[in-house]
């Protein structure tokens, strides 16, 4: 195959995204004409949403021991499927998708996180009925069926699936926190990769294209009431492994399962957030992370708090290392502590 990946894992933006091949034909999705393309403003651009894809994309790397992660996210792109990752806290789940958007210049993540109480429509798109509402008595049908755009947003998943030329990366956050429903009503989206909007369709006939604003806060066109993507974004759904997923759900993602860092892959960590000078220092943290790890959970990012702040100023805190390492260390289950 040569070099067929896309995503490197490395860091470094390229344009390597426009040579991604056409989809499989049982994945392909609307035909839309260029002039319908969805193209990010240049707010959405240099946003503080942009700003942190940045940041947190370029301090991610591919661990040098986890040899499937970008072939599966390239495997991922290719066959335009959702990635539904796995892992302990702190292992880089969420981070991966800045990583992906930061080196692929897709844009700012779009984020959802989700609770117990989180819904598709919440997704999908706000509509603010008890504000228009409040007008119907001063405008014409006519009027309100071209003025309800105003009172519709998009969601992280809505924006996601609106016809840009590149994929967007779709962050869906702590999956295994929903109702047991939400991925089943997932399912659709996922094969269709579009959805509708009711209350635009109503009035398709009175307005056939309404101006809404996107989860980026972009003016963007619907038409006769539908979303429909071009290019299928980009999805990456996290999970801590608090419950299993129907088997209908499991078929349409592919799967990864994030690896504890080693130390090699820590000390890359280290390095990225906190740069070269701190890594001499940091070398006994990393091993005594290690250790405390082999009896029970850590995040990296605890060791990432120790590092920084027990090298700031190393004579300062010598009387303390020990107290401060044994509370910046703890384990994330409180069983473990006793």
């Known amino acids: 195959m040569g070099d067929w990946k896309i995503f490197k894992g490395n860091a470094t933006p390229h344009g390597d995204i426009d040579r991604l091949p056409p989809p499989p034909n049982w994945r392909k999705f609307a035909r839309i004409d260029e002039k319908s393309f969805v193209e990010l403003t240049e707010a959405v651009q240099s946003s503080a949403n942009a700003e942190k894809t940045k940041e947190r994309g370029k301090t991610f790397k591919v ?39 930061y080196e692929l210049q897709l844009g700012p993540v779009l984020l959802w996180p989700i609770s117990t109480r989180s819904t598709l429509q919440e997704g999908l798109y706000r509509y603010d009925a008890i504000a228009r509402l409040q007008e119907v008595k001063d405008h014409s049908q006519e009027e309100l069926a071209k003025d309800i755009g105003r009172y519709i947003q998009l969601g992280a998943v809505g924006s996601a699936l609106l016809p840009y030329k ?18 089943n ?16 369709a109503r009035l398709a006939k009175q307005a056939e294209k309404v101006t809404v604003r996107s989860y980026d806060g972009m003016d963007v066109t619907i038409q006769e009431g539908r979303v429909q993507c071009h290019a299928f974004p980009f999805i990456i759904l996290t999970s801590n492994g608090e419950r299993d997923f129907p088997p209908a ?12 860092p080693d130390k090699e892959a820590l000390t890359d960590i280290v390095r990225s957030h906190l740069g070269d000078e701190v890594i001499a220092q940091a070398e006994p943290l990393i091993a005594e992370f290690l250790k405390k790890r082999e009896n029970g959970d850590l995040a990296p990012d605890q060791l990432l708090n120790a590092v920084y702040l027990l090298t700031r100023d190393p004579s300062s805190a010598v009387g303390d290392r020990e107290k401060l390492t044994d509370v910046l260390l703890k384990y994330l289950s409180s069983a473990e502590d006793r």
């Open 185 to 200: 009503d997932l399912l659709n989206l996922f094969e269709e990769g579009e959805f509708e909007i009711p209350e635009l």
């Open 166 to 183: 590149r994929p967007r990366v779709l962050l869906i956050d702590e999956v295994d926190k929903s109702d047991i429903n939400l991925p």
């Open 249 to 260: 759900f499991l078929r349409r993602c592919l799967r990864l399962n994030m690896k504890d």
């Open 63 to 101: 661990p040098p021991n986890d040899t499937d992660l970008a072939s599966i996210v390239n495997a991922a792109l290719y066959l335009r499927r959702p990635l539904l990752i796995t892992g302990k806290p702190g292992t880089g789940k969420t981070s991966l998708a800045y990583a992906v958007a």
